[in-house]
């Protein structure tokens, strides 16, 4: 989710395809543009599985748009629960100009 005045300069509209990253990763979701969100901001909801463009190579692009791959994975709120800490980062949104790429992440390996 995206506000729509944070749209506007990146020519993004509602349904595109947007590319999130930041220094730990990347990831592409899809834009649900609209006013009732805080400018500024993005939401990138949990659930989506890890679905890596180039599987086994550092720094490629969840296909999936799992925003664990950009957000900070360290256990910090305690010694015995282990969670990690609140999910949120500093990310840049831009419009992914090439054709969506297949997701594979439910598709069985071949035997």
Known sequence: MINTKDTADRGIANGDVVHL???????????????????????LHEGAWYDPQESGEI?????????????LDVPLTSGYAQATIAETA??????????????TAYTSPEA
Do not use: C, H, W
């Open 90 to 103: 500093i990310v840049q949104v831009e419009k992914y100009a090439e054709a969506a790429p297949k997701m």
């Open 21 to 43: 990253f930041n220094s730990r990763g990347q990831a592409l979701a899809a834009a649900v543009v609209m006013d009732n969100i805080t400018q500024g901001t993005v939401v």
């Open 59 to 71: 720094g490629t692009f969840d296909k999936e748009g799992s925003p664990n791959t950009l957000t």
